[in-house]
């Protein structure tokens, strides 16, 4: 069984940055796909990015591309959701979520997943 636990999340203004950290713990593998899902009221759960297990692949929502970045560190079991430039609608709850092995968009495949962490951006 795997844990993960967010953080790094919190309050900020409209083109601010936040970078968010995922711990993962328990049976872990280098083989984990690690994605990151947000959630805001009225809207089901979205993808924002996700990291192959090689870390040479890397995929990001067409709504956060060039502001949001998202590496691995193995050595740390620890995924990281960078934020740049900030927007009101990027308010939400962050999920970090994993799965084994193939790199998908849909949270429905991933079989592992986090408490959330809130991000709300003011303008």
């Known amino acids: 069984q795997v844990q993960l636990v967010e953080s790094g999340g919190g309050l900020v203004q409209a083109g601010g940055s936040l970078r968010l950290s995922c711990a993962a713990s328990?049976?872990?593998?280098?083989?984990?796909?690690m994605a990151w899902f947000r959630q805001s009221p009225g809207k089901g759960r979205e993808f924002v990015a996700a990291?192959?297990?090689?870390?040479?692949?890397?995929y990001t929502s067409d709504s956060v591309k060039g502001r949001f970045t998202i590496s691995r560190d193995d050595a740390k079991n620890t995924v990281y959701l960078q934020m740049n430039s900030l927007k009101p609608e990027n308010t939400a709850v962050y999920y970090c979520?994993?799965?084994?092995?193939?790199?998908?968009?849909?949270?429905?495949?991933?079989?592992?997943w986090g408490q959330g962490t809130q991000v709300t951006v003011s303008s």
């Open positions: 979520a994993a799965r084994d092995t193939q790199v998908l968009i849909t949270p429905q495949r991933y079989d592992y």
């Open positions: 328990g049976r872990t593998s280098k083989t984990y796909t």
């Open positions: 990291i192959s297990w090689s870390g040479g692949s890397k």
